[in-house]
């Protein structure tokens, strides 16, 4: 049943009041359900979130005319095999957070004034990712359902053990992943503004920026054109407050620092973590095979793949049909993880409004029957599991049947430490299947089943 609060002229009169109601209750009963999710990982407030202390730290930096990045000169070295060789801590991001906390920050705003306006940002942009949701898949523009419509999409977003996670750490995944749905929501009703969020987000985290290659497959230049502008100036402006030092270290500390081309700790949950962990002798498990080489062929196999599926699932020409033109951006959201280097045990909750999305597709558009849909709303239950993102850690929660043992334990750790990746593989898989589906019953002219 849909959260429709407007009018159902084929409802008898005395369901209408009931349907306001249920409604009513779904949106506030999602207000509470996100909100208690939310103050449950910052619990206690004056405890401020380990990644967000660095931002913070960051922001002090800038404010005080220091050298933002002048902790990476001391980078540690481990020689140990798939360590990633060079590590490093600290603000190790181009440098848009810092400046934009660095203003409240110099005019006498405290760090826990910091963490609360982080917080807020962060609740604005997802309440702003549900309405967006809501808006393309529902198709409600009037001020009751829309916003309804966005608690409940925005409170089944926080669902994932991940967004805990997230939320905790005080990390931007939640917030990029919010501005990036909510731009692709602005860019379905072509809305010029749309590449300033996108180009945000991107600045943040650049692995983002796979967004704007949706946009080009779907031949927009101009929305591409505007976002590339976008991003360059959120990129390039922060490097010229933090001065040309600063730039020169950051450079340089990318030059040098190689988590993202031998990375094969648990927490690299990307298709190349999992290979350099199948292949290649490290220090976190044994390896199936002792054959390094491998590993570059079978990684550009599964992103030559997986792109290709989408390419598959997402056909070139634009759609007049909004629900599923937003399907096609939030099947990137599982291709971006795919494609990253480093896709870290946290960056998974970027998958979150992926199966909420396209799981609501699957549901509105009659077809709860396919094996795909299901697939869908499994994994998005799966990532409900509480600290289901510790289930990499063969170490953690507890200990699988056989993991012990001599000959199979190896194996099995192997594959108990893909959990997350194999989540987003079924999204990227499924949500294909689900798009194609309903495209073709709008071909065929098969009915649609009534969720209203």
């Not at 807020?120 to 523009?141: D, K, P, Q, S």
């Not at 505007?226 to 730039?247: D, E, H, K, M, N």
């Not at 599991?385 to 993991?403: A, K, N, S, W, Y």
Request: charged share 10%; glycine share 10%; proline share 7%.
């Amino acid at each position: 049943m849909r959260l429709d609060t407007g009018t159902h002229p084929e409802l008898p009169v005395t369901l209408a009041p009931r349907m306001n109601a249920l409604a009513w209750a779904v949106g506030l009963g999602a207000l509470a359900v996100g909100a208690a999710i939310w103050l449950h990982a910052i619990w206690p407030p004056t405890q401020i979130g380990y990644d967000f202390g660095m931002y913070l730290a960051a922001a002090h930096s800038v404010a005080s005319g220091g050298d933002l990045y002048q902790q990476l000169g001391a980078l540690t070295h481990d020689a140990r095999p798939g360590s990633a060789g060079v590590r490093a801590s600290g603000y190790v991001y181009p440098p848009l957070l810092a400046v934009a906390l660095a203003p409240p920050v110099r005019l006498g705003l405290s760090d826990q004034g910091a963490w609360l306006l982080w917080n807020l940002l962060g609740f604005g942009a997802i309440l702003w990712m549900g309405y967006e949701l809501n808006r393309g898949l529902r198709g409600r523009a009037d001020w009751r359902s829309a916003w309804l419509g966005a608690l409940a999409f925005a409170g089944a977003t926080l669902l994932g053990a991940v967004a805990t996670y997230d939320l905790a750490l005080g990390q931007a995944d939640l917030l990029v992943t919010a501005l990036a749905v909510g731009a692709c929501g602005l860019w379905l009703r072509r809305n010029p503004w749309a590449a300033l969020p996108l180009g945000a987000a991107i600045a943040i985290k650049p692995t983002m920026g796979l967004i704007l290659l949706v946009w080009l497959w779907k031949g927009d230049w101009r929305a591409v054109a505007r976002g590339v502008a976008a991003t360059a100036a959120l990129l390039v402006a922060p490097f010229v407050v933090v001065g040309a030092r600063a730039t020169q270290e950051y450079l340089t500390f990318l030059t040098q620092w190689n988590a993202f081309n031998a990375n094969a700790e648990y927490i690299n949950q990307s298709p190349y973590g999992m290979l350099l962990r199948l292949f290649t002798p490290n220090v976190y498990t044994q390896p199936l095979l002792a054959t390094p080489w491998l590993v570059t062929p079978l990684r550009a196999l599964v992103i030559l793949g997986a792109v290709f599926w989408w390419t598959r699932a997402v056909l070139r020409p634009p759609t007049s049909d909004r629900a599923l033109g937003l399907g096609e951006c939030l099947l990137a959201l599982p291709l971006i993880l795919i494609v990253s280097p480093l896709a870290e045990d946290i960056h998974y909750c970027i998958l979150l409004p992926a199966l909420v999305g396209l799981g609501y597709l699957a549901w509105a558009r009659g077809l709860a029957r396919q094996p795909a849909a299901w697939v869908l709303w499994a994994t998005l239950a799966f990532f409900c599991i509480p600290r289901m993102q510790e289930l990499v850690l063969p170490d953690h929660l507890f200990t699988l049947p056989g993991q012990d043992n001599m000959q199979i334990g190896p194996l099995i750790i192997l594959l108990r430490s893909g959990a997350l990746l194999y989540g987003a593989l079924a999204t990227l898989i499924a949500g294909g299947l689900i798009l194609r589906d309903t495209r073709t019953s709008q071909h065929s002219g098969t009915p649609v089943q009534s969720t209203g």
